[in-house]
């Protein structure tokens, strides 16, 4: 039901076209077809009854595998008109913080960084920068874990880096430019 409440209008209509088809087609066959013919759909009429009933399926998957997806650009425009929703994916490895390859912040704003330990040791993600002075960062992240972190970023460099002891120094450590 989620799902449904975040796709677009035109997305909802077909997926209720193509369910209303296919809702009709079961019951007038289980219905209302055995009142006119009680054989229904008898020897002749039943391959005919099973190609329709997977095509009518295989319809109603194709559908919602079709639209049930929202377009990428259209979730893309969104993050940037509003940089308090867009969230950052990072990925921490021993001893390496990597942010996406497009992670461009052209106007401060709070944003939400999704930090990803794929390491086998606990790490963490401090930023140090204007205004911010180390006070934001995440727990300490087991392995495999995530953490989320929001924090508020005015135009300026920054330096995100693990504060685990000696992970800073063996070069976990990246810039992020704001601006």
């Known amino acids: 039901m989620l799902v449904l409440a975040g796709l ?15 809702i009709s087609f079961a019951l007038v066959s289980s219905f209302v077809a055995p009142k006119f013919r009680p054989e229904f759909p008898g020897r002749q009429g039943l391959s005919v009854f099973m190609l329709a009933s997977f095509v009518l399926f295989a319809a109603m998957l194709t559908a919602i595998a079709v639209l049930a997806v929202e377009k990428e650009t259209e979730t893309e425009g969104a993050h940037a008109a509003a940089p308090a929703k867009q969230a950052i994916d990072v990925q921490e490895t021993e001893f390496k913080i990597q942010l996406p390859a497009n992670t461009e912040l052209k106007q401060g704003g709070e944003y ?9 040791v606990q790490h963490d993600l401090v930023f140090e920068g204007p205004n911010l002075a180390g006070k934001d960062r995440t727990a300490l992240i087991d392995p495999g874990g995530e953490a989320k972190l929001k924090v508020t970023l005015s135009a300026g460099s920054y330096t995100l880096y693990c504060s685990v002891d000696g992970h800073r120094a063996a070069g976990m450590a990246t810039k992020l430019v704001v601006g």
Not at 8 to 22: D, L, S
Request: aromatic share 8%; net charge positive.
């Open 112 to 120: 939400t960084f999704v930090v990803h330990n794929a390491g086998k």
């Open 8 to 22: 677009a209008t035109g997305n909802k209509i077909g997926i209720a076209a193509v369910a209303a088809v296919f």
